[in-house]
């Protein structure tokens, strides 16, 4: 994982939008309906702190699809926005060494309020077991991870287990607490939602 940002290393505040630094925690608590109709138990997460404002997330779920649909679909940057919540935007921009380099700006709806973030993602891909990312630009002190593919076996059929992993440093402004929280819940519905495109664009093996 902020159309409205005019400075890339900062969170703009608006009558209706507001940056993750300039809200409570309790502003950005998950209301009691967040996820009805998903299956949120397909998806592990695991929460490790690693400094006292550093987070790892790990984050995994099971799809009945081989390695290589899951990653036609990763890879795709442009068009997660149409399948992820929210994901307002992602777009590649001109990498300065011809590498991967991806912007991205996440947005949610909270207490009546317009949420939003900004990263700018240099990836390094490896065909079709891993994709690693690392913030060069953005409103998190530091931000980087890792998606990983690995075959298994879906009832006698060929399957993938994705993980997705994640460092994450926020800005000394935004409570380390709410972050942890947020990410922990997004995460689920975010690979619930790469299952779900997955097996709609691609027939089972």
């Known amino acids: ?18 940056g993750y630094d300039a809200c409570s925690e309790a502003d950005l608590e998950l209301d009691a309906s967040f996820g009805d109709g998903l299956d949120l138990a397909a998806v592990e ?4 702190k690693v400094a006292e404002r550093q987070r790892q997330i790990t984050a995994t779920v099971e799809i009945p699809r081989p390695p290589e649909a899951v990653w036609q679909v990763l890879t795709d940057y442009e068009a997660l926005p149409d399948f992820i919540p929210n994901l307002a935007k992602s777009r590649r921009l001109d990498h300065p060494r011809g590498g991967i380099r991806v912007e991205q700006i996440g947005s949610q709806r909270l207490m009546k309020m317009n949420f939003s973030a900004r990263v700018v993602l240099d990836l390094e891909e490896s065909f079709p077991q891993e994709i690693n990312f690392q913030m060069v630009e953005g409103d998190l002190k530091a931000f980087s991870g890792t998606w990983l593919l690995t075959c298994c076996s879906n009832d006698g059929k060929a399957g993938t287990r994705l993980c997705y992993k994640i460092l994450v440093h926020p800005k000394i402004t ?15 519905v975010n690979l ?14």
């Open 192 to 205: 619930l939602a790469i299952r779900d495109r997955v097996i709609s664009l691609t027939q089972e093996i």
């Open 174 to 188: 935004m409570p380390v607490g709410m972050i942890e929280r947020r990410l922990s819940q997004d995460l689920k």
């Open 45 to 48: 997460v695991e929460v490790e």
């Open 1 to 18: 994982m902020i159309e409205k940002l005019t400075n890339t290393n900062k969170f703009d505040i608006h009558t209706d939008e507001i």
